[in-house]
């Protein structure tokens, strides 16, 4: 689908952002449209949060000046992404219905005053949010401005109120089918929580001690479910009025927090579109970008995707934004692009003047266009301008980390045996790992498809595993696959049930050749020596082996001393890797370089640490195209062939030197 988005732009890389032109008057907007062209801009995201304004009462709607902005973009030669505004309804709407307004766990009703005032499952939200969908695809579904369709803003509000408590059992009707099936599979016997009617339940709202663990389970895969069917209500709305050849899609978030299966959501969209905004400057900012690149790319089953946010100078470090360096804007977008992306868009166009996202960065910042940023802006465009034969190029790995929503969701509950159990950071740690050593990375659902393409499978956190799972991966580790499983893997199944007569699930644990029978958390700041000289912190385990299965590194104190840590098993064609307990940095580096080698899968080529090289592959298979980004501050030497489109020159026979913070892409045979 970015192919025909690409068609629409003339054949270019998507560049630009959200443009807000009800922000400002008509003198800023006769120098938006010269800017634009100035900075190479060819598509805008228009209307996410312009719902006051398209609607001001409730079913009156006021589009000349929305009819006024697309004809003047179109005549400008930009593009729209036209975005529906649910999600941030306008006052009155607050007003006339009160009760959609979100409830938070604790019982408390948020009010009007922000965004994301509104519960997905309230009936009257959904009407609003279909009927101004509906009327927008009515009157511009064929407007020759829109490109693309955008629904909503970043789904993530959940919400605990009565209307999400009826919605709830209508999704647990559906699932369990019974209140038999449900009690089994919540194990309500524990505790005297037996449910005698449908009514009685409701849901994981705060409570005394641990709730029930498949309850919020199944409220956490009933919120994402609700998200996903008003995604579809709007979409297929704006399906009804507008051709196939516009996309429709949402901007999905990559958070340290999870509310959507994100696996679902990229099956429904045209093309997957995500925000992305680093949460540390540097080196770590580059391996976050290739983090969030690599699973928008996964979660479209490989397809060219479409950055739809970043920010121009933004790095979110939690108690503050940090602003990024010279050259950042370019190369963490040409990042995006390497690892899939059909474009770079920004949030948002224009800095706003007021508003509660007054100091959020821009393309066009308070400062106006004569400024470093805007000269970074415009220099990016002239850039993304020359790369249009890249689009719709693909992005080919062999190597996967495998991501599970139900995973995290079940380690984000109350009651285990440790608070370290970081399911988001020990997948960013697994990916940083393999970024670090040069490999392009995918991630895989332990269940889903295609798992055969790749060579090694790395599964950080694989707390929760279905049977069907467990067998999967036993099934590709057979067949000849690489696989490292790592501590309090394959502990419950998809009930959140334990496993009975030792860990893993027993299909795993024939690959495996591991029975685990103890777990034993460590204190903070305790630390393990190993048998190897390397170090481990917060987990351990008791292992029993099978014949065949080695132990490659040993505990060496306490009870566990001598015991099994890290494990190799051959297994049929493949060999299964189990790490019991949480390696030191270097020990896990130098863990995933051996799986790498026994894999046999290789970096595009020798580079210096922190200088990253991607290769994207036509469909065709006549040509490539190999990204090269230096995110050091000192100059790197590649040894490399090929045309290089940012310059327009052949290199030389002895490769080219990219200066700090430098970049090329190289036009390569197939």
């Given at each position: 689908m970015t192919g025909r988005l690409?068609?629409?732009?003339?054949?270019?890389?998507?560049?630009?952002?959200?443009?807000?032109?009800?922000?400002?008057?008509?003198?800023?907007?006769?120098?938006?449209?010269?800017?634009?062209?100035?900075?190479?801009?060819?598509?805008?995201?228009?209307?996410?949060?312009?719902?006051?304004?398209?609607?001001?009462?409730?079913?009156?709607?006021?589009?000349?000046?929305?009819?006024?902005?697309?004809?003047?973009?179109?005549?400008?030669?930009?593009?729209?992404?036209?975005?529906?505004?649910?999600?941030?309804?306008?006052?009155?709407?607050?007003?006339?219905?009160?009760?959609?307004?979100?409830?938070?766990?604790?019982?408390?009703?948020?009010?009007?005053?922000?965004?994301?005032?509104?519960?997905?499952?309230?009936?009257?939200?959904?009407?609003?949010?279909?009927?101004?969908?509906?009327?927008?695809?009515?009157?511009?579904g064929e407007h020759p401005a829109v490109a693309m369709w955008h629904v909503h803003n970043e789904y993530a509000t959940v919400c605990w109120c009565e209307h999400a408590a009826a919605?709830?059992?209508?999704?647990?009707?559906?699932?369990?089918?019974?209140?038999?099936?449900?009690?089994?599979?919540?194990?309500?016997?524990?505790?005297?929580?037996?449910?005698?009617?449908?009514?009685?339940?409701?849901?994981?709202?705060?409570?005394?001690?641990?709730?029930?663990?498949?309850?919020?389970?199944?409220?956490?895969?009933?919120?994402?479910?609700?998200?996903?069917?008003?995604?579809?209500?709007?979409?297929?709305?704006?399906?009804?009025?507008?051709?196939?050849?516009?996309?429709?899609?949402?901007?999905?978030?990559?958070?340290?927090?999870?509310?959507?299966?994100?696996?679902?959501?990229?099956?429904?969209?045209?093309?997957?579109?995500?925000?992305?905004?680093?949460?540390?400057?540097?080196?770590?900012?580059?391996?976050?970008?290739?983090?969030?690149?690599?699973?928008?790319?996964?979660?479209?089953?490989?397809?060219?995707?479409?950055?739809?946010?970043?920010?121009?100078?933004?790095?979110?470090?939690?108690?503050?934004?940090?602003?990024?360096?010279?050259?950042?804007?370019?190369?963490?977008?040409?990042?995006?692009?390497?690892?899939?992306?059909?474009?770079?868009?920004?949030?948002?166009?224009?800095?706003?003047?007021?508003?509660?996202?007054?100091?959020?960065?821009?393309?066009?910042?308070?400062?106006?266009?004569?400024?470093?940023?805007f000269r970074e802006v415009a220099d990016a465009g002239a850039v993304l301008a020359r790369l249009g034969e890249v689009a719709g190029s693909v992005v080919r790995a062999r190597a996967a980390v495998l991501h599970d929503s139900d995973c995290w969701w079940a380690l984000d509950g109350q009651g285990l045996p440790s608070a370290s159990l970081d399911y988001h950071g020990q997948l960013a740690r697994a990916h940083r790992a393999l970024w670090d050593a040069g490999i392009t990375t995918d991630f895989a659902h332990p269940a889903g498809p295609g798992l055969s393409r790749y060579r090694l499978l790395v599964a950080p956190a694989l707390h929760l595993l279905s049977d069907a799972a467990a067998e999967s991966l036993r099934a590709w580790v057979h067949a000849g696959g690489t696989l490292l499983v790592q501590h309090f893997a394959g502990v419950v199944d998809e009930r959140h049930h334990a496993r009975l007569g030792g860990y893993p699930a027993e299909p795993l644990r024939q690959a495996l050749g591991v029975r685990v029978e103890e777990f034993r958390p460590l204190p903070p700041d305790t630390t393990l020596r190993l048998s190897d000289g390397s170090t481990a912190t917060a987990w351990s385990e008791s292992l029993r082996l099978t014949a065949r299965a080695e132990a490659v590194a040993a505990y060496t104190e306490g009870m566990l001393a001598d015991r099994p840590a890290l494990t190799r098993h051959p297994y049929g064609s493949g060999t299964a890797w189990y790490a019991s307990t949480q390696l030191d940095s270097p020990a896990y580096a130098a863990l995933l370089a051996r799986l790498l080698t026994e894999a046999a899968i290789r970096p595009e080529l020798p580079l210096p640490a922190g200088v990253e090289a991607v290769r994207r592959h036509a469909p065709s298979g006549t040509a490539g195209w190999l990204f090269l980004l230096n995110h050091t501050a000192a100059p790197a030497t590649v040894r490399a062939e090929g045309h290089d489109l940012l310059t327009d020159r052949a290199l030389p026979a002895a490769g080219l030197t990219l200066p700090p913070g430098g970049a090329a892409v190289l036009r390569q045979a197939g």
């Open positions: 690409t068609a629409r732009l003339g054949g270019r890389l998507a560049f630009g952002g959200d443009y807000n032109p009800e922000q400002w008057d008509e003198a800023v907007w006769q120098e938006d449209d010269l800017l634009m062209r100035w900075a190479h801009v060819n598509l805008a995201t228009v209307g996410v949060f312009s719902w006051a304004l398209l609607e001001p009462e409730e079913g009156r709607y006021d589009f000349g000046w929305l009819d006024a902005h697309l004809d003047r973009l179109h005549a400008n030669g930009v593009a729209v992404d036209l975005a529906t505004p649910t999600a941030s309804p306008p006052p009155w709407f607050t007003l006339a219905h009160p009760d959609a307004m979100p409830v938070t766990a604790e019982g408390v009703r948020l009010t009007h005053g922000s965004r994301d005032t509104y519960c997905l499952a309230a009936p009257a939200y959904r009407r609003a949010a279909l009927r101004i969908a509906t009327a927008l695809a009515t009157r511009y919605a709830f059992r209508v999704w647990l009707r559906a699932r369990h089918g019974t209140l038999d099936a449900l009690n089994e599979a919540w194990g309500t016997a524990f505790w005297s929580q037996r449910y005698g009617s449908w009514e009685e339940i409701q849901p994981p709202r705060a409570t005394q001690w641990h709730r029930n663990p498949g309850l919020a389970l199944d409220y956490r895969r009933f919120w994402s479910d609700e998200a996903l069917a008003a995604y579809r209500e709007q979409r297929d709305a704006i399906r009804a009025h507008t051709t196939r050849d516009r996309p429709v899609t949402t901007n999905l978030m990559l958070p340290g927090y999870q509310v959507l299966d994100l696996w679902s959501f990229g099956r429904e969209v045209d093309v997957v579109g995500i925000d992305h905004y680093p949460a540390a400057p540097g080196l770590d900012a580059a391996a976050d970008t290739a983090f969030g690149a690599d699973r928008a790319r996964s979660f479209g089953g490989g397809r060219p995707w479409l950055l739809i946010e970043q920010g121009t100078n933004t790095v979110y470090t939690g108690d503050r934004t940090l602003p990024k360096e010279p050259g950042d804007l370019l190369r963490h977008s040409l990042a995006h692009i390497a690892h899939g992306s059909d474009g770079a868009l920004f949030f948002q166009w224009r800095q706003s003047k007021a508003g509660a996202e007054l100091w959020h960065s821009a393309m066009v910042p308070h400062a106006g266009p004569d400024s470093r940023i």
